[in-house]
């Protein structure tokens, strides 16, 4: 779990059909050869006589380190200073850090709402969401990459850059300098105690740390200004409350207004905070920042996944158009959040992206056009998506000591339609975390299709013991119990899926089904009704209506609905005959 960052050279060699380790490392802890790549084309070249060695600007390195620009540099430190999921052993020849990583975007319960750190999340995330990063600043600026102490200490460091005259004075912070002259002041009654001078810090202000196991203090890297008005709005901490914690947010921010006027700035968090409640007000922002190349990389990506929450025309065309984006942190977002409307536009859609040069994106692609059956798929699309299978087996086989690893395994076997394989591999997942509810209730699904009902059953009614509220497993054990023929329960768990999700008028639709086979009529029809009145236009819906007052004999109410089918659906030629039937 730790030594691919803290170690040089690693090779797992994981093996999963034995469970068995046989890892391998160059070296201990991070040294040369983690940022400069392996070193022995360097010395054949630096064994040479001098003046006989070949104009190698790179000295026979694999890995570029000179005049890198931020971006470049930033990909050398990125893959240990950040927080992701792995996709293989690391290699020196990766232009896209999406081949061998998927960073973690800023979403919670990672960072807070605003993007400032919250988990343990190094620096990759922080600093992709600066103004500096922007501005092309790198690491390097502010460290030296060897002794990776920074180059200047305290303000001197920002200074190398920020004027001195307008922010290392009073006028721009307000605090007592370190060297004046002054009365001793302590905030919160001196518990605890800050030193004159530390409200002069710049780090204090716009670099808020917090402690990580434990002891170690980290700082936040994307460079923010203090927000008071956040924490009063959406509840994130601000750097002046970090330090005068015995005052409220309003002190804080009316001395902001107070020093600095009210001008109100916006902030991308404020958008965040309202997606993550489902707004449609945060919408038509969310679109805004994805399409804006000015708009920090994170911040961008961000939004795409979150426009993914919503499924309305104006957000699933953002999305769509971020699967052709420059960035591969953005296309990646807008595939795990792209939601298709039919299986042909969902394979136009993702052939290219099946084809992407970036490996985290075309096996994304591959295992999400998985869910389309393979026969309903163009023969391109079909060979491209198997191509990008393979790999996405691979990385997941590498990842497959965790319990993750193998619940992906499960879902590329299941869409496959490999039953057995999909079924060992959830099984496996839930061997190394008993726990894990989602590879569990993948699990019912498979055993279900497999025939075994009653250990679909079982597993369904364990997540639920410990989940009572989650409601599409109600939903899920409703329709197993239904089929097995258990009504009572069945319609017991129905009325509990309806209660905890009155959004889905699917379920209305399949007790109106439970209801009608058990010749509970009433009782199915106002199901029926009642889930035609929340959707008019869906077609099983209509079709279920129609078949109801035919079976029952009320030809005149079927033709009603056998109608709208004609009109709604007019090359389904189903409409007219059952608009035929009610007529005899
Ligand atoms: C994604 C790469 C990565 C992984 C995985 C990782 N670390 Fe770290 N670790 C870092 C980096 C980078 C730092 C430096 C602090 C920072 O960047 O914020 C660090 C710092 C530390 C520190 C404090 C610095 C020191 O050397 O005293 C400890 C202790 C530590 N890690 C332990 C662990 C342990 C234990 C694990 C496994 C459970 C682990 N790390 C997994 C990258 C990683
Ligand atoms: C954390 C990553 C990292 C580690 C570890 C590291 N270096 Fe570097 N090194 C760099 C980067 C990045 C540069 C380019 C610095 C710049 O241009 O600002 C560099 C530059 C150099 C240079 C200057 C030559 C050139 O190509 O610009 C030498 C020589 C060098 N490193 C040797 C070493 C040796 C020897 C070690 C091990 C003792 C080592 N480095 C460890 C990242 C690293
Ligand atoms: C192979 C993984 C790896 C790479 C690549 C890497 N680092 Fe680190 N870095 C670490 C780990 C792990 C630590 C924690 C200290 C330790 O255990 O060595 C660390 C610590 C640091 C620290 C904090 C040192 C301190 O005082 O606590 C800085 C700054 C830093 N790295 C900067 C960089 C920069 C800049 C680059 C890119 C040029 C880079 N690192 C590349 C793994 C890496
Ligand atoms: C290598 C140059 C450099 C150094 C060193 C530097 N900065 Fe910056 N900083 C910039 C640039 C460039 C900008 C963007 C200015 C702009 O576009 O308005 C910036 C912007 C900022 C902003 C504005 C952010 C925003 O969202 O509006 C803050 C705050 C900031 N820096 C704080 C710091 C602090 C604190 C330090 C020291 C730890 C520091 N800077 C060191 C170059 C630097
Ligand atoms: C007590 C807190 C505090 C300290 C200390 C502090 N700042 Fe600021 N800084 C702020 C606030 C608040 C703002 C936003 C001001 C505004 O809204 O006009 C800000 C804004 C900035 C900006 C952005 C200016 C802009 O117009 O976008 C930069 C750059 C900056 N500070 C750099 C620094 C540097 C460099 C230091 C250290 C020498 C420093 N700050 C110390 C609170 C602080
Ligand atoms: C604008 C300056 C600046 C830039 C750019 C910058 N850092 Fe830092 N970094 C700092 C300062 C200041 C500290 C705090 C140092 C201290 O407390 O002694 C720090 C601390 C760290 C630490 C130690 C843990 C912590 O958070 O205190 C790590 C690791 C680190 N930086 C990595 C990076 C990496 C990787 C990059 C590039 C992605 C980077 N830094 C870019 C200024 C910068
Ligand atoms: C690193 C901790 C720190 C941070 C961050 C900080 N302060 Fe302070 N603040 C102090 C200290 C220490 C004093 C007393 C000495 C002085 O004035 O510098 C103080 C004094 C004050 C005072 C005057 C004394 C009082 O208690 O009435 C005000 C007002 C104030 N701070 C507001 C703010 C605001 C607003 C912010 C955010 C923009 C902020 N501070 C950020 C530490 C901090």
Known sequence: MCADCHSTNLRKNF??????FKTTWSEIDVSCEACHGPASGHIEWANLPEGSRPADVNTGLVVRTRELDNRELLNVCARCHTRRSIMGDYTDDNEDMLNYMIPQLIT?????????????????????QSKMYEKAIKCSDCHDVHSVRTLKEDNQLCLKCHRPDIYDTPSHHFHKMENENAAVHLINKGKPEYKQGTGAQCVNCHMVGRFYMGNDYRRDHSFRIPRPDLTLGIGTPNACNDCHSDKTASWSQNYIEKWYGTKKRPHYGETFASANQGDPGA?????????????????????????????????????????????????????TSYHPVDAGSFEKMMLPLLNDPVRGIRTEAAIRLSQVPENMLSAPARKAMKAALKEYE?????????????????????????????????????????????????LATVYNQQGKNKEAEKLLREVLVENPEIEDINYSLALLLAEMGKIEESRKYFLKAVALMPENPRILYNLALLENTQGNYREAEKYILNALNREPGNYDFLLAATTFYLERGQAAKAAVYAKQIMEKYPD????????????K
């Open 108 to 128: 919670q319960p990672f960072y807070h709402a605003d993007g400032q750190i919250l988990d343990e999340d190094y620096e990759y995330g922080s600093f992709t």
């Open 394 to 442: 691979e990385i997941n086989l590498y990842v497959s000591d965790f319990a993750g690893g193998k619940y992906n395994l499960g879902i590329m076997y299941a869409n496959a339609g490999d039953l057995d394989k999909a079924a060992r591999s959830y099984e496996e997942a839930l061997e190394i975390d008993g726990l894990f509810n989602r590879a569990k209730v993948n």
């Open 572 to 583: 389904n030629p189903v409409g007219k005959q059952l608009l035929d039937a009610a007529s």
């Open 15 to 20: 093996d999963p059909a034995t469970n068995t």
């Open 283 to 335: 919408v038509s922002n969310l679109v805004m920042y994805a399409g804006n190349e000015l708009v920090p990389l994170m911040v961008r990506a961000t939004s795409v996944s979150l426009l993914g929450n919503y499924n309305d025309s104006i957000s699933n065309k953002a999305v769509e158009k971020a699967l052709s984006d420059p960035a591969s942190l953005v296309r990646h977002s807008a595939v």
